[in-house]
């Protein structure tokens, strides 16, 4: 069973979702506001497999949520928004989620996109014998699943991780977005890029000495992405 932190002040959607979701199997719990639900993670006092996020919130919102929460935390994000306006997808993605869906959603389709994430979170299976990537000044363990410098650990999320493994594993290719979204992600080609693109500013800013002017992520205008190892 899923432990899922639902983030919605309005409380008739709020129930409603709540209610679908627990009938497919989840565990929920309600959130009212971004600051309650800061306060319950911190606590720990919530489910914590994965978090849905309002974007439209009071006060705090969703934007901020996630990018507090993912300053702490590398629990997954799914942004509820009910536009699929580029700005506030992106945004939302370059703050840390790992996916987003539009309202009004279908709660069998939500539950699909949850199941999707918690699949991405779940630890790979790996061979037996570790296999160590060398990246520059950077290691890549992909049995453990951690990156280090200088021993000390890097904090990627799972998606990051999973991305940088593909990376890793094909030095020098050109990995197009939808290929991408397919490996890692497993959306086939219905997936959306932006979270490819997402996805890799967010580990440029952690594996570059430079993210603006990256080395190892390079991007191949009109195709895609490329790991140049040092």
């Not at 129930?15 to 606590?43: N, Y």
């Not at 949520?65 to 506030?88: K, S, Y």
């Not at 219905?190 to 997402?198: E, H, K, Q, T």
Request: aromatic content about 4%; proline content about 6%; overall charge neutral.
């Amino acid at each position: 069973m899923s432990r899922l932190l639902l983030v919605e002040d309005d409380a008739a959607l709020a129930e409603a979702l709540a209610r679908a979701l627990r009938g497919l199997g989840h565990e929920v719990v309600v959130a009212g506001s971004g600051e309650r639900a800061l306060e319950l993670l911190a606590e720990r006092r919530a489910p914590t497999d994965l978090v849905l996020l309002d974007v439209m919130l009071p006060g705090v919102d969703g934007f901020e949520v996630c990018r507090r929460l993912r300053a702490r935390d590398t629990v997954p994000v799914i942004l509820l928004t009910a536009r699929g306006d580029a700005v506030d997808v992106v945004v939302g993605l370059e703050g840390g989620a790992d996916d987003y869906v539009v309202k009004p959603v279908e709660p069998r389709v939500l539950d699909a996109r949850v199941k999707a994430v918690l699949r991405r979170s779940a630890p790979a299976h790996r061979p037996p014998t570790p296999h160590v990537h060398t990246i520059g000044d950077l290691e890549l363990d992909t049995a453990a699943m951690v990156v280090t410098r200088d021993g000390v650990e890097l904090g990627l999320t799972s998606t990051e991780l999973r991305l940088l493994v593909e990376f890793a594993e094909h030095p020098g290719q050109v990995l197009s977005r939808q290929a991408l979204l397919k490996r890692v992600w497993d959306y086939g080609f219905a997936g959306d890029s932006r979270l490819v693109d997402a996805a890799v500013a967010r580990l440029r800013a952690k594996i570059e000495p430079e993210p603006a002017n990256p080395v190892l992520l390079r991007t191949v205008r009109g195709f895609g992405y490329r790991l140049v190892k040092p």
